[in-house]
């Protein structure tokens, strides 16, 4: 073996592996096939932020989540069988599982058993930046994973790097874990109250100005928007929850400043314990004055998604702000044909190219909304004229309403933002 082929064999013996993964989905009575299919679509791109690979999908048409192990029995067998004979590493669940089907499904499947909280969790995990954002999510997580003892401990297992205990540890080992886990919640909790009363004064301090906050589902473009408002450097990627820490920016457009920030996208389903610990992040949102509400149109869910959004907005009681609906990705949208060439086209060919129609969107949206919607692509700047406009104009309407006596002509004091970036 020449010194090449050696160094060659060196490397691919010690290449990560990837881990594989099967997804599996309950198709409700009030579910169409490929509803089902987008979410599993959308569960497979959280399973590769993660970093493992989707193998394969099981779907049950099934009313309500089985109480011992989710799945019927025989679809159970169906995926024991398919887990064993390709040795996948572990099954995904896009909904949540209770913990006692959790820790059946695990005794039976014998692999890592995610449910769709849990994939969250983790990625969160991995992707979060600041002392805040990690202290987040790690009380999040360990609330969910309390009552999920035995899971709990397959977990720590494999932190320290040792292997799996598998079928459960001893009833010693359980109580001894639930006391660690409940003191690192008391620990967590007063770290957080801490890092909040810091971030409570920073927010007290930007009274004076008009505050805007980018939202959105996840994936949709916020950060590469922001990016090309502000000229700024926030990590914008193709993965879902690239941005996990909100970003505070001053923003000056046309003779106007105003603070722009980034947050955390939105998600179907997004963690209940995940929401209640990010409350501080998300009183960016929440103490904004006017919402940029960013939706990817290429995504064929984008209804969907918009809806999730507002959902989400109402839950933490920002329900009632002005917001300015963004159509992104344009890009990626076919174009309208004129009439002429759509009379030319087969019912087929105009269904399979699934145009859009702006128009109608522009009119509905404004209608309910209150405010034209732009359409644009963050990616090349198209329409970010327009965008900019409109932003400015909103901005300046806050503006005149939250400090009605604020002359044009005068100038305010902004030097206490100047150490922002
Ligand atoms: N084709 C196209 N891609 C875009 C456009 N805007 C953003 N993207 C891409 O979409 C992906 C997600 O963009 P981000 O800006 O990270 O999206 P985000 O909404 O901040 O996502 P999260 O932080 O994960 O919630 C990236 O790969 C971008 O390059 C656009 O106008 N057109
Ligand atoms: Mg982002």
Do not use: C
Request: aromatic fraction near 6%; charged fraction near 30%.
């Amino acid at each position: 073996m020449s010194k090449y082929t050696r160094k060659l064999k060196k490397l691919i013996d010690t290449a990560p592996v990837e881990e594989t993964a099967v997804l599996v989905a309950l198709i409700k009575q009030n579910q169409s096939e490929q509803e089902v299919e987008e979410h599993l679509d959308e569960l497979a791109f959280l399973t590769e932020t993660l970093g493992a690979k989707e193998v394969y999908r099981f779907t049950q048409r099934l009313e309500k989540p089985d109480v011992r192990s989710f799945v019927g029995s025989g679809k159970l067998e169906e995926i024991q069988a398919y887990v064993k004979h390709f040795e996948v590493d572990m099954v995904i669940f896009d909904d949540d599982l209770s913990p006692s089907q959790m820790r059946n499904l695990e005794n039976e499947l014998k692999v890592q058993v995610y449910d769709r909280s849990l994939l969250i969790l983790d990625i969160f995990l991995n992707r979060a930046q600041t002392a805040q954002a990690k202290t987040q999510v790690e009380l999040a997580r360990f609330q969910y994973l309390l009552p999920r003892l035995t899971r709990m401990w397959t977990h720590l297992e494999r932190q320290r790097g040792g292997t799996a205990t598998r079928g459960g540890a001893g009833e010693k080992e359980i109580e001894t874990d639930k006391r660690i886990i409940r003191n690192q919640i008391t620990l967590l909790k007063e770290k957080l109250r801490k890092i909040e009363k810091q971030g409570e004064t920073q927010r007290k301090g930007r009274k004076g100005i008009v505050r805007v906050a980018l939202v959105g589902y996840t994936n949709v473009g916020k950060s590469t928007l922001m990016n090309l408002v502000t000229k700024s450097d926030v990590l914008a990627e193709n993965k879902l929850f690239a941005t996990v820490d909100s970003t505070v920016r001053k923003v000056v457009l046309e003779n106007i400043s105003f603070l722009l920030s980034d947050t955390v996208g939105f998600i179907r389903k997004l963690p209940t314990h995940l929401i209640e610990s990010f409350k501080s992040t998300l009183m960016e949102i929440k103490e904004s004055d006017l919402l940029v509400h960013v939706v990817d149109i290429s995504h064929p869910g984008f209804e969907d998604h918009i809806a999730v959004v507002n959902q989400t907005l109402n839950e933490l009681g920002a329900g009632d702000k002005p917001v300015l609906l963004v159509f992104n990705k344009i890009d990626l949208v076919p174009k309208m044909p004129s009439e002429e060439a759509l009379m030319n086209m087969s019912e087929l060919e105009v269904e399979e190219a699934n145009y859009l129609d702006l128009d109608r969107l522009k009119n509905v949206y404004t209608k309910k909304m209150g405010i034209e919607p732009v359409f644009m692509a963050a990616q090349d700047g198209t329409n970010i004229e327009t965008f900019r406009k409109s932003l400015v104009s909103q901005v300046k309407k806050q503006h005149k309403k939250i400090y009605p006596h604020y002359l044009e002509s005068e100038t305010y004091d902004l030097s206490q933002f100047d150490d922002m970036e």
